[in-house]
């Protein structure tokens, strides 16, 4: 029994009773409670996993491994040479997660490697350690792949081939890769080839179309590439990786589950042969299919005329070279002849069927006097790759007439005029030519008396309107001296800007204006104004400068050009003036 004393509220034993035996234990429970607290958040803060998405895979298949970290990116401070023994990395990206629970934040950093195996059987992903935190090593089974894709039927391989196995060094050939799949592909990467010493490629844009493959639709990628070795000898080119991830038909690509991929072609091997000892050592090496050498003129039918100037032009084509491996043929120096080369122009084409290349030799040539010029020809040899045989292209010589200048052409054709100073007596004509002469008389005075009508028409309307006569003349003179003066400034502007092209163009208008009366078209036609002693030097000058290789070597002198213009506008306008004032005078009397 419980005597009832103890539970008076005067003498309060039971507090006694029921404080002792609580006291003690709480105070013990206090420091625990309190380091559990402070150990809580360490623990959380030391969290550092690894995980891979799939376990079993097979050598075409890819995985994600992820590093999760609670305490700070792990991406520069992580090993993966381990890794790298049994697995190749594809790809690698980062993700980072911020999050605020019950006023406490946490933060989860993910660092994600895409991996594929090297290998078929047991491997094992390593432990990885962060900020003295282990993962724990990850073992993947990995079953082989099949041989043949083709005819396992996968749902995506690769076909590749090459037109030739057997070729020369610098010689073109093809090779073809092809992407069979059956189902979507979704973020899909191929890797280009790299084929060392050689020269690769890609013809034209890649072909899609659809084929059927042992009873299977198939949807195909097909990329071409020209390849050029550089060197004899075995030349590897390397399996190509493709990799993406599935995506079934009819399944919406952005919520796609499917899996991750990586294909590999087959490798390929070429011997490439060196160049024949048949082929002559002094000539350069051109294996082609084809070669074409043209040869060309400005005109349709070449026509030469001495002082004119005229274009010839060598054009070299051939498939499956550069235009760097043609060579440069040169225009060989004639006598009555000037050539002026250009620079010479280089293309390479490249379409679907390879690589062409273009080399252009382009040059102006002036005879320096009538006859006939003897142009040599040109060979080029190369090899026939199709025939295995040694070729010849060539451009055979040719004998070209030169004709006179122009000017003295057209007095050449004039038929020549003569005098008789004796009078025929009537003794020497016959009846016949007396009977023509008298239809000749009634004739030539009909004639004299229409001249005479007209001369009388127009002297009656000159009279009416002089002032028209005088505006008109002083109208053609005021657009003379404006004509000549936009040429001189156009021929500044173009000496100044080194545009010869321009500059030959605004010489010709700027004499044009000068003397309206002559036919002036070319340099040549100015050189025979005689207008000047100095001008003839100077528009040789300039057509070096125009056709010549080397612009800066000729004598040529803008501003010695530009005092003789000078001096010529100068003489031919006292001229303009007297004759302007001696034909206005009837029009003004005094």
């Known amino acids: 029994m419980v005597n009832a004393s103890c539970f008076s509220p005067n003498k309060k034993p039971w507090r006694k009773l029921y404080r002792k035996p609580c006291q003690k234990p709480c105070r013990k429970l206090w420091p625990s409670i309190l380091l559990l607290v402070t150990l809580l958040p360490a623990i959380s803060q030391a969290s550092f996993t690894a995980s891979v998405d799939r376990n079993t895979i097979s050598e075409q298949d890819i995985i994600s491994l992820t590093l999760r970290s609670t305490d700070g990116q792990v991406a520069d401070q992580i090993d993966l040479s381990g890794l790298e023994r049994d697995f190749s990395i594809l790809n690698r990206k980062q993700s980072n997660k911020l999050s605020l629970i019950n006023g406490q934040r946490s933060s989860v950093n993910d660092y994600i490697l895409i991996i594929a195996p090297n290998r078929s059987g047991v491997l094992t992903v390593p432990s990885f350690s962060f900020k003295g935190n282990s993962t724990q090593p990850i073992k993947v089974r990995v079953s082989a792949g099949p041989a043949d894709p083709k005819q396992a039927l996968s749902e995506v391989f690769l076909d590749n081939e090459v037109t030739k196995q057997e070729v020369y060094v610098q010689e073109q050939f093809f090779y073809r890769l092809r992407i069979f799949h059956s189902t979507g592909l979704d973020e899909p990467r191929l890797s280009p080839p790299e084929i060392a010493n050689a020269v690769v490629k890609q013809l034209g844009e890649q072909k899609s179309y659809d084929q059927i493959v042992n009873g299977v639709r198939y949807s195909i990628v097909e990329i071409n590439y020209s390849v050029i070795p550089e060197s004899s000898g075995r030349l590897i080119i390397p399996e190509q990786t493709l990799t993406a991830r599935t995506v079934p038909i009819g399944r919406n690509i952005f919520r796609s589950n499917g899996r991750l991929l990586r294909i590999k072609s087959a490798t390929q091997i070429i011997n490439v042969l060196p160049k ?9 090496w051109l294996p082609t299919p084809e070669l074409v050498l043209e040869d060309s003129w400005a005109q349709i039918t070449p026509q030469l005329r001495a002082g004119d100037p005229t274009t010839r032009t060598i054009t070299m084509s051939a498939k499956g070279l550069s235009a760097a491996q043609l060579p440069n043929l040169e225009l060989q120096a004639i006598p009555g002849l000037k050539i002026y080369p250009d620079q010479p122009s280089l293309d390479d084409q490249v379409t679907a069927e390879g690589n062409r290349g273009i080399r252009s030799v382009a040059a102006a040539v002036v005879p320096s006097q009538e006859g006939f010029l003897e142009f040599p020809g040109f060979d080029l040899v190369w090899w026939n790759t199709n025939t295995n045989q040694l070729e010849k292209s060539i451009i055979p010589a040719q004998k070209l007439r030169v004709l006179p200048p122009l000017q003295e052409a057209l007095n050449s054709q004039l038929p020549p005029v003569t005098f008789n100073d004796h009078i ?29 009508l007209i001369t009388l028409w127009r002297l009656m309307r000159s009279r009416k309107r002089p002032a028209n006569y005088a505006a008109s003349a002083e109208e053609g003179y005021k657009a003379r001296i404006e004509n000549r003066y936009g040429a001189l400034k156009k021929l500044k502007r173009a000496i100044s800007e080194r545009d010869y092209s321009q500059t030959r163009q605004s010489l010709i208008d700027w004499f044009k204006a000068v003397y309206p009366d002559h036919s002036i078209e070319n340099l040549d036609d100015i050189r025979r104004l005689d207008c000047h002693p100095d001008i003839d030097e100077q528009i040789m000058a300039l057509q070096a400068q125009l056709y010549g290789d080397d612009a800066g070597s000729s004598d040529w002198s803008a501003e010695k050009l530009l005092g003789i213009l000078e001096q010529i506008r100068r003489s031919t306008k006292k001229q303009s003036l007297s004759s302007s004032a001696k034909s206005l005078k009837p029009l003004y009397p005094l």
């Not at 024949?276 to 350069?284: A, I, K, L, M, V």
């Open 424 to 452: 025929a007596s009537t003794d020497d004509h016959d009846m016949a030519e007396n009977q023509k002469n008298q239809f000749v008389w009634p004739v030539l005075t009909a004639v004299f008396a229409l001249l005479w």
């Open 276 to 284: 024949p000892e048949s082929y002559p050592n002094d000539r350069p």
